[in-house]
T-cell receptor, first 110, second 119 residues
């Protein structure tokens, strides 16, 4: 299975700051990725899907994909305490199950 | 759209008994559903892929005789934990994708999860 690596954290940022979450992957065949957010005790919810090199923005979230360096990142601008959660990335490859990294736990301090 | 309903949300059972967890796609048909398990402070681990009308595909290390999966219709998959033991206590989550919707907008939808406690 295609694997991704994430720093488990916790990553602590002050409220209003930019949170930067990173995910590296080893399979050069991976072309697109999901970012999901999981609150403690809840199931994952979709944040963003990215398949092109470069940036994709959606509100306060920006996903970045660099296929040459094999990493995908998620930036959260103006971080809020409600953004405190675990962020999961996973490569997408057709109708196969998502295999997630360990996830990075983000803590936004008010 | 693309709603997945999972029941029960919590269940406590005695060691040695069996527990059934249901996963339903409410507004779409799912030929494939996925089952995950998550232990405290760990990531989601894929257990198996449930295929409508055929046998499930289990990940390495997952006992298929212990975790029985049935996908008898296009909207329902069930996971039965047989002869449950305390080490099976975990958070079980199902997932599916509406293949008629664009993946980059809808992604994979997850059920709300089932917290199983075996005492």
């Amino acid at each position: 299975q295609k694997e991704v690596e994430q720093n488990s954290g916790p990553l602590s940022v002050p409220e209003g700051a930019i949170a930067s979450l990173n995910c590296t992957y080893s399979d050069r065949g991976s072309q697109s990725f999901f970012w999901y957010r999981q609150y403690s005790g809840k199931s994952p919810e979709l944040i963003m899907f990215i398949y092109s090199n470069g940036d994709k923005e959606d509100g306060r979230f920006t996903a970045q994909l660099n296929k040459a360096s094999q990493y995908v990142s998620l930036l959260i601008r103006d971080s809020q305490p409600s953004d405190s959660a675990t962020y999961l990335c996973a490569p997408y490859s057709g109708n196969t199950p998502l295999v997630f990294g360990k996830g990075t736990r983000l803590s936004v301090i008010a | 759209g693309a709603v997945v309903s999972q029941h029960p949300s919590r269940v406590i059972c005695k060691s040695g008994t069996s527990v059934k967890i249901e996963c339903r796609s409410l507004d779409f048909q799912a030929t494939t559903m996925f089952w995950y398990r998550q232990f405290p402070k760990q990531s989601l681990m894929l257990m198996a892929t449930s295929n409508e009308g055929s046998k499930a595909t289990y990940e390495q290390g997952v006992e298929k005789d212990k975790f029985l999966i049935n996908h008898a219709s296009l909207t329902l998959s069930t996971l039965t934990v047989t002869s449950a033991h305390p080490e099976d206590s975990s958070f079980y989550i199902c997932s599916a994708r509406d293949e008629k919707r664009q993946v980059f907008n809808y992604g994979y939808t997850f059920g709300s999860g089932t917290r199983l406690t075996v005492v």
